[in-house]
């Protein structure tokens, strides 16, 4: 049932020593989100499965003011053993193996990640009945492919996917209804987000780190695909501000549990608008024209042709909207990433 927004989600009498878990914190968004919910107060413990330190959290100056942990999710007893020692208010759930391209051809450990990581974690908070708010990241690629003329996709429309990482997304996405159904009763919220972009994303296989290599001469850009592809893409700080939004709202009222929500802006973008908007705020004219050249007889492979999202089920229930537009975004992202590679070679980040 649509419920006005309780505006105050970001009061940080509310937020003041909660006891926040983020899977998957050493991620892009893990580390937004960190500096976010820090601000407000809280009390942020991340988990991780890699040793090596989140870089983003290191530039930003929050190493010393967030717990990580190193626990594989991919292990019941690990999650569990961690779990019972912690104390979970609220749990946002971000951990995943997201690189598409990686999910081609290691489709094993994406499953892994993304519905063994969610079931081990989910289950183990099932068991100590704490918990009060958990938001699970699904995707729009849990949609799965439709008609350009049936975008953007709606919340009630059938998950349908065929590629490897969006049926994981989807498969996790299905474990997380279960659990929230009137069996187990537990609260969470789902959430499906278009492309997210902006400052700490170090996975350089993403478009807009990729391109912006290339803007400031690090590297080529190798398209993976013609162009003309639609995606829709949602600024990490509107995404944090949702992420703190609906945990929030999910701990004062437990009748959301179960909703979904997607997120986008409602435009599909062209991928080589994209990288033109990128290229001319960078005033590189000259290295759009040669990614254009590029396109020409590519071909996009093992991904869905077009996706957008709104945001209309969001606005209707807590009058929620993106802050930021693509152009703002990225000047924003432009600004961090010449900064950051200043004292961070990217090739640390290339996986090998």
């Known amino acids: 049932m649509p419920m006005k927004i309780l505006?105050?989600?970001?009061?940080?009498?509310?937020?003041k020593n909660k006891s926040v878990l983020i899977t998957g914190i050493n991620g892009f968004i893990g580390g937004n989100l960190s500096k976010y919910l820090v601000n407000l107060g809280a009390k942020v413990t991340g988990i991780t499965n890699n040793k090596v330190k989140n870089r983003f959290l290191e530039f930003e100056k929050l190493?010393?003011?967030?717990?990580?942990?190193?626990?594989?999710?991919?292990?019941?007893?690990?999650v569990d053993k961690f779990i019972i020692k912690t104390k979970v208010d609220i749990c946002i759930h971000l951990a995943a193996q997201v690189d598409v391209n990686i999910a081609k051809v290691n489709p094993l450990l994406t499953f892994q990640s993304n519905i063994t990581g969610t079931y081990n974690l989910l289950e183990s908070l099932r068991q100590k009945h704490e918990t009060k708010s958990i938001i699970i990241a699904s995707s729009d690629k849990s949609y799965g492919s439709y008609?350009?003329?049936?975008?953007?996709?709606?919340?009630?429309?059938?998950?349908?996917?065929?590629?490897?990482y969006?049926?994981?997304?989807?498969?996790?996405?299905?474990?997380?209804?279960?659990?929230?159904?009137?069996?187990?009763?537990m609260p969470i919220i789902i959430t499906r987000f278009a492309n997210i972009y902006g400052p700490g994303q170090l996975n350089?296989?993403?478009?807009?780190?990729?391109?912006?290599?290339?803007?400031?001469?690090?590297?080529k850009f190798t398209p993976r695909g013609n162009g003309t592809n639609k995606r829709d893409f949602l600024y990490v700080k509107d995404v944090c501000d949702l992420y703190t939004c609906l945990s929030f709202n999910l701990f004062k009222n437990k009748e959301l549990k179960g909703e979904v929500f997607n997120a986008g802006t409602t435009h599909g973008y062209r991928v080589d608008q994209v990288l033109k908007k990128i290229c001319m705020l960078s005033n590189r004219n000259d290295l759009y024209l040669k990614i254009k050249n590029d396109f020409k007889n590519k071909s996009l492979?093992?991904?869905i042709q077009h996706q957008f999202m709104n945001y209309n089920k969001l606005q209707k229930y807590f009058g929620w909207k993106p802050?930021?537009?693509?152009?703002d975004g990225l000047v924003e992202t432009l600004e961090w990433y010449k900064?950051?590679?200043?004292?961070?070679?990217?090739?640390?980040?290339?996986?090998?």
């Not at 969006?166 to 299905?174: E, H, I, N, Q, Y």
């Not at 350089?204 to 590297?219: H, K, W």
């Open 63 to 78: 190493s010393n003011k967030v717990k990580v942990h190193q626990v594989n999710l991919h292990k019941y007893a690990e």
């Open 204 to 219: 350089f296989t993403a478009l807009v780190p990729d391109c912006i290599l290339a803007v400031e001469n690090y590297r």
């Open 147 to 164: 008609p350009l003329k049936k975008l953007p996709y709606k919340e009630t429309y059938d998950l349908r996917p065929i590629y490897p």
């Open 7 to 15: 505006k105050n989600y970001t009061n940080k009498n509310f937020w």
């Open 339 to 352: 900064d950051f590679l200043q004292i961070n070679s990217y090739k640390y980040f290339i996986k090998k």
């Open 323 to 327: 802050k930021y537009n693509l152009n």
């Open 166 to 185: 969006d049926v994981s997304k989807a498969c996790g996405d299905l474990i997380s209804k279960s659990y929230s159904s009137d069996l187990f009763n």
């Open 301 to 303: 492979s093992g991904e």
